[in-house]
């Protein structure tokens, strides 16, 4: 979460530094190029609500600075408007930029409402960060391979017109017309849920869907992407999506 207010506040030049470089199928039986929707819980449910708490204790400045989760090496975080897009791919990346976005704007998460779920993404929450300016409530998944890794993390401002699920009474994202990206991407679905861009599925799923493509895009040029993502954002976009403006 502090990333997207760390992006928008360090100069361009300072990236640099931070560049570094359905469900009953076997492994056996699952494509390279299955979708997320094909895996079923490897681990107990426990375990994955504790992977989303350390995912959030990496941007909680009260919490153990050893607390990480276990981030697959192609792991992406995808944030939906008003947020910055692709914040982050691969896992050297995700630590590295989620240090810096702690160090320039600091922020505690001490309200967090993290849950287990049979189907992906098998980890969902809703938390609050705090910030100086106030709280800044999230809707946010989180998907894993086999090995327990986390692989895709996707997140929405939960405010209104924000979250993916158009039922106000979905909570938790169960229902058909949830709109995640998590569960169209290739690859996703095989047992150690790596992403492959130039895979004949990621091709095919890019040339249908719209979103697909973009994150295409932007994963093969990700500091170019992210600059461009950031001068197209209106200046007050991470007010709007904390709820601090009107």
Same mark, same amino acid.
């Given at each position: 979460?502090?990333?997207?207010r760390?992006?928008?506040?360090l100069?361009l030049?300072a990236?640099?530094v931070?560049?570094? %470089?359905?469900?009953?199928e076997s492994p056996?039986e699952r494509?390279?190029?299955a979708?997320?929707?094909?895996?079923?819980?490897?681990?107990?449910?426990?375990?994955?609500v504790?992977? %989303?708490?350390?995912?959030?204790d990496t941007?909680?400045?009260?919490?153990?600075?050893d607390?990480?989760?276990?981030?697959?090496?192609l792991?992406?975080?995808w944030e939906l408007?008003?947020?910055l897009?692709?914040?982050g791919?691969?896992?050297?990346?995700?630590?590295v930029?989620?240090d810096?976005a702690?160090g320039?704007?600091? *922020?505690?998460?001490?309200?967090?409402?993290c849950?287990?779920?049979?189907?992906?993404?098998?980890?969902?929450?809703?938390?609050?960060f705090?910030?100086q300016?106030g709280?800044?409530?999230?809707?946010e998944?989180?998907v894993?391979?086999?090995?327990?890794?986390?692989?895709f993390?996707?997140? !929405?401002?939960?405010?209104?017109?924000?979250?993916?699920?158009?039922? *106000?009474?979905?909570? !938790?994202?169960?229902?058909?017309?949830?709109?995640?990206?998590?569960?169209?991407?290739?690859?996703? #679905?095989?047992?150690?849920?790596?992403?492959?861009?130039d *895979?004949?599925?990621?091709?095919?799923?890019?040339?249908?869907?719209?979103?697909?493509?973009?994150?295409?895009?932007?994963?093969?040029?990700f !500091?170019?992407?992210?600059?461009?993502?950031l001068?197209?954002a209106?200046?007050?976009?991470?007010?709007? #999506?904390?709820?601090?403006?009107?």
């Amino acid at each position: 979460m502090s990333l997207r207010r760390m992006l928008a506040s360090l100069a361009l030049g300072a990236l640099a530094v931070a560049t570094v %470089a359905c469900g009953s199928e076997s492994p056996s039986e699952r494509s390279s190029d299955a979708l997320a929707t094909a895996l079923t819980p490897q681990q107990p449910p426990d375990y994955y609500v504790e992977q %989303a708490h350390k995912y959030f204790d990496t941007l909680d400045t009260s919490a153990d600075r050893d607390s990480v989760p276990n981030y697959s090496p192609l792991v992406a975080r995808w944030e939906l408007p008003p947020w910055l897009w692709l914040t982050g791919y691969g896992s050297e990346n995700m630590i590295v930029t989620t240090d810096l976005a702690l160090g320039f704007t600091p *922020s505690t998460v001490p309200t967090r409402d993290c849950r287990a779920f049979s189907v992906q993404p098998f980890a969902r929450c809703y938390v609050s960060f705090e910030y100086q300016e106030g709280a800044c409530p999230i809707y946010e998944e989180f998907v894993f391979n086999d090995q327990g890794e986390m692989t895709f993390i996707e997140a !929405w401002s939960d405010q209104p017109g924000f979250l993916p699920m158009p039922d *106000s009474n979905d909570r !938790w994202a169960e229902g058909p017309d949830v709109q995640r990206l998590s569960t169209k991407v290739p690859g996703l #679905g095989s047992e150690t849920g790596l992403i492959d861009l130039d *895979s004949e599925a990621m091709q095919r799923a890019a040339s249908e869907d719209p979103e697909v493509a973009d994150f295409v895009r932007r994963a093969k040029d990700f !500091w170019p992407a992210w600059r461009q993502a950031l001068e197209d954002a209106d200046p007050d976009y991470f007010a709007r #999506g904390c709820g601090w403006t009107p």
